[in-house]
């Protein structure tokens, strides 16, 4: 199994333009998550999915949308980056609502000019 | 609210030399509790959680933690540190009801002397 796949690795940007960070699993997870991590401040939930067609805000969600179509695949769209989202992205999934092991993508390192 | 205070920005330990990471919690009702840790340009790998029961567990790595209901914490310690342990260190609280949001706490980083 790959386990969770978030491309790309490292983006550039410049101010207000858009883009998609993707993140696949192949592990049948129902649960699928969008953190970013920044220095000093740990993990901060973005927007969470427990299911094909359901999604919910966490911590910071502003300025990104989100949507789940399928099982496997969870995309994060910035439709106007901003300098305050220059960040690491993490993509994380786990198997079951009660079970709260997440297991984690690589990350995507944004940086917004 | 959930919350998890790490209190060590950054520690460093000798090779060989024991090691505690604290974490602290604030959860009103019965948590969920994980380490995970950071290599330089990795993604998260979790090394032990608590669920329930026995209030010491083990992990990976040779790593092993204590819940204590008592103090809210749920310290992390390696009786011998390795190089390869080098790494930051983030603790995090989930909830055991129906919530779905896993709450980190800021890390710790840990550099190992020779």
């Known amino acids: 199994n790959a386990g969770v796949t978030q491309t790309p690795k490292f983006q550039v940007l410049k101010t207000g333009q858009s883009m998609t960070l993707q993140c696949a699993q192949d592990?049948?997870?129902?649960?699928m998550s969008w953190y970013r991590q920044d220095p000093g401040m740990g993990l901060r939930l973005i927007h969470y999915?427990?299911?094909?067609?359901?999604?919910d805000q966490g911590e910071v969600p502003n300025g990104y949308n989100v949507s789940r179509s399928t099982t496997e695949d969870f995309p994060l769209r910035l439709l106007s980056a901003a300098p305050s989202q220059t960040s690491v992205y993490f993509c994380?999934?786990?198997?079951?609502?009660?079970?709260?092991?997440?297991?984690f993508g690589a990350g995507s390192r944004l940086t917004v000019l | 609210a959930q919350s998890v205070t790490q209190p060590d920005i950054h520690i460093t330990v000798s090779e060989g030399a024991s090691l505690e990471l604290r974490c602290n919690y604030s959860?009103?009702?019965?948590?969920?509790l994980f380490w995970y840790v950071q290599s330089p340009g990795q993604g998260l790998q979790l090394l032990l959680k608590?669920?329930?029961?026995?209030?010491l567990v083990q992990g990976i790595k040779g790593f092993e933690a204590e819940f204590k209901r008592s103090q809210s914490s749920f310290n992390l310690r390696k009786p011998s540190v390795h190089w390869s342990d080098a790494a930051e260190y983030f603790c995090?609280?989930?909830?055991?009801?129906?919530?779905?949001?896993?709450?980190f706490g800021t890390g710790t980083l840990l550099a190992v002397q020779p």
């Open positions: 994380a999934s786990r198997r079951e609502l009660g079970a709260n092991v997440l297991t």
């Open positions: 592990m049948n997870h129902e649960y």
């Open positions: 999915s427990v299911g094909a067609g359901i999604t």
């Open positions: 959860y009103g009702a019965t948590p969920y």
């Open positions: 608590y669920f329930s029961g026995d209030t």
């Open positions: 995090a609280v989930g909830a055991s009801g129906a919530t779905n949001k896993l709450i």
